[in-house]
């Protein structure tokens, strides 16, 4: 079995920080991609940023330059570094781990953390 628990999402107001945290556990063999994803309320899911077994990382163009997307492989963890945060990020925010196992390769989600950036 494979568990993410992600953590640091919050209230906090426009021009503040936050950083979340996904930590995977369990039958892991290795971690490929690794990325966090947002949900606002009406919207559909999009990618905020990724990041590669190797290191190279995405944004979307909406966080570029406010948002840092980074990884642990010793800790399984990959982390979001969120900057300069506006009200357009209030989300609930996925993690999402490409993960081998003895088994599969698969996706596998985090439970969501709501984050509320306040004007």
């Known amino acids: 079995q494979v568990q993410l628990v992600e953590s640091g999402g919050g209230l906090v107001q426009a021009g503040g920080s936050l950083r979340l945290s996904c930590a995977a556990s369990?039958?892991?063999?290795?971690?490929?991609?690794m990325g966090w994803y947002r949900q606002a309320p009406g919207k559909q899911r999009e990618l905020v940023a990724a990041?590669?077994?190797?290191?190279?990382?995405n944004y979307a163009d909406s966080v570029k330059g406010r948002f840092t997307i980074s990884r642990d492989n010793a800790k399984n963890t990959v982390y979001l570094q969120m900057n300069s945060l506006k009200p357009e990020d209030t989300a609930v925010y996925y993690c999402?781990?490409?993960?081998?196992?003895?088994?599969?390769?698969?996706?596998?989600w985090g439970q969501g953390t709501q984050v509320t950036v306040s004007s």
């Open positions: 369990g039958s892991i063999f290795s971690i490929n991609a």
């Open positions: 990041i590669t077994s190797g290191g190279s990382t």
């Open positions: 999402k781990l490409r993960i081998t196992t003895a088994q599969v390769v698969r996706d596998f």
